[in-house]
């Protein structure tokens, strides 16, 4: 089982770059590192994935170092839209079996 | 493309009723799938999994059980419901060896 932890929750405002990072102490070597959003009464949503070094597309940047123990993933002048749950999971087993925990709850004011 | 369907949105059952909530896939073939629990104010908490059919894996010892009785399809179901089993219940789906699993819009169990 590779358990990730990450921040409980963060505050921002709008127009500034929110980082949240993740630990992945035990990451297997196959697993890709994926982040996802929630919405409150709506299920997650992935919206980005890497394996090491950097991904970036229309949402988010993704930050892996080169021993994958870690992720930061970048969310680039956030607006109040972007207050959700963002998880980091981690995997379980051979094949990918997502294990979620609480997630960071985000909050982006005014 | 794929697609997957929950049902039903919001419940309301009486403590001690039986339930029965379907997912179910289209557009692939042998997925992975998952049922998640989140109750207020917590994580997701993975309930069941299963990687074929009549393959289920349980996480967590409780008053829930799965059924895949279709490759496609996905079941929990409780024989007695109660007040702890209320939350939000989330079906998704993953190919066997993806990185991304995609959800279904949940359904809101309240036990009474």
């Known amino acids: 089982l590779a358990k990730t932890t990450q921040p409980i929750s963060m505050d921002s405002y709008e127009g500034q770059e929110v980082n949240i990072t993740c630990s992945h102490n035990?990451?297997?070597?196959?697993?890709?590192i994926t982040w996802y959003q929630q919405f409150p009464s709506q299920g997650p949503r992935f919206i980005i994935q890497?394996?090491?070094t950097k991904v970036t597309n229309e949402v988010a940047s993704l930050f892996i170092p080169a021993d994958r123990k870690s992720s930061t993933l970048s969310l680039p002048r956030v607006s109040l839209s972007d207050t959700a749950v963002y998880y980091c999971?981690?995997?379980?087993?051979?094949?990918?079996?997502?294990?979620f925990g609480r997630g960071t709850s985000l909050i982006v004011h005014p | 493309s794929q697609t997957i369907h929950q049902w039903p949105a919001t419940l309301v059952q009486p403590v001690g009723s039986p339930l029965s909530l379907e997912c179910t896939v289209e557009?692939?073939?042998?997925?992975?799938l998952y049922w998640y629990r989140q109750a207020a104010g917590r994580g997701l908490q993975l309930l069941f999994y299963s990687v074929g059919i009549g393959q289920i894996s349980s996480e967590v010892p409780q008053n829930l059980s799965a059924s895949r009785p279709q490759d496609r399809q996905f079941i929990l179901s409780s024989k007695k419901l109660l007040l702890s089993d209320s939350g939000f219940y989330l079906c998704a789906w993953s190919v066997a060896q993806g990185t991304e699993a995609f959800f279904g819009q949940g359904t809101r169990l309240t036990v009474v």
């Open positions: 557009g692939t073939s042998n997925p992975n």
């Open positions: 890497g394996y090491k």
């Open positions: 035990n990451i297997a070597t196959n697993d890709y």
């Open positions: 999971p981690g995997t379980k087993g051979g094949s990918y079996i997502p294990t």
